[in-house]
């Protein structure tokens, strides 16, 4: 465990105060690298009661209480007192995703398998194909419908596919888009090296942010109250965040909110339950926390190359998959997924958008 001072205060950028921020060119070189519970007590239980009241109570109970209840997490969690590193590390071998990860509505983990086909995996090691013929899908995030949506940056578009595998395009001429993000007004948000929201309803696309001179916007997500949305990026470590109106738009400039080890290449935000920030980075293959005091903490550190958690989604805390914990893909171990214990919840359990719980 490495806990890192704060590295960068608040930078203030000038420019356009505007929803739409223009600045230079953009660069996108980037080197190819069950509690099962069940509970089947079987409770018989016989009283023969002789009370001196002449009453003679026979009581037989033969009571058989079956419980499938497959729900696995934590139900309490503190943010006062966050662990000082991870509580748990591992490689789940049986489940597949490549650079985006997330949960389909029965709790089974849905990601691509590097090769040509979007999968989802149950926690027991089981593995289904859910829909055939992708050749490129980078960050997916769920539609509050229960469809995915999946960033296709070879073709330049936004895919969306139902949990039924049907799949079709919902927005074209996007740009090299990699991150991607439902937001609590149920929009998509993406990263294509600035930031566009997309309508999903109709592919509409509004640009909030173009490419900015000296980085790329390349992940993103929101902070609890939906006022932020912190933007991870390709440069020089930096993390920036816009602070955001009641609609959602971009009140000023990006602002710096600080820099993280390594030279930058930060492939997912993250944010748990506590506010906390969480920046996965390719150049150092870390997952760093960022408190609210700008505490600095890398929950995980590797030397391998190969180890390295690409992006990162909460579980579904169904079937197995636990509800405090990062599941990250690694893409360069047999697109496997690493099982790391944060041992909060996310984030949108708690979200809220002007003031109420978010819709979805």
Known sequence: MRTYPLLAGLLLLAGCTETTFEFGDRDTDRPDPTDADTDTDADTDTDTDADTDSDTDADTDSDTDTDTDVDTGTTEYTCDN????????????????????????????????????????????????????????????????????????????LTRVTPEGGSETLASGVGYVYGVTVGPDGM??????????????????????????????????????????????????DVYYFDLDADLNPID???????????????????????????????SSGLYRIEADLTITEMVSTSDRTLYGHGMEWGSGIGGWRDDTLYQPQ??????????????????????????????
């Open 82 to 157: 966050l662990p000082t590193f991870n509580l748990g590390d591992t490689t789940f071998d049986e489940a597949r995703a490549y650079h985006g990860v997330t949960f389909d509505s029965d709790g089974n983990l849905v990601g691509w398998d590097g090769r040509n086909s979007l999968v989802k995996s149950a926690y027991d090691g089981t593995r289904a194909v859910l829909a055939p013929g992708f050749r490129s899908v980078e960050q997916i995030d769920r539609l509050p419908d229960g469809d995915f949506v999946l960033a296709d940056a070879t073709n330049a578009r």
């Open 188 to 237: 998509v948000y993406v990263a294509d090296g600035g930031v566009a929201r997309v309508d999903p309803s109709t592919g509409e696309r509004t640009v909030l942010l173009s490419q900015p001179p000296g980085w790329t916007a390349h992940s993103l997500n929101f902070n609890l109250d939906s006022t932020r949305l912190y933007i991870g990026t390709i440069g020089q470590g």
């Open 253 to 283: 400039i990006p602002q710096l909110l600080l820099r993280v080890p390594g030279t930058g290449w930060h492939d997912a935000v993250g944010v748990d339950a506590c506010g906390n920030v969480y920046i996965t980075d390719y150049s």
């Open 331 to 360: 893409p360069y171990n047999g697109s496997t997924v690493r099982e790391v214990v944060i041992g909060l919840p996310d984030g949108d359990t708690v979200r809220t958008w002007n003031g109420t719980a978010a819709p979805w």
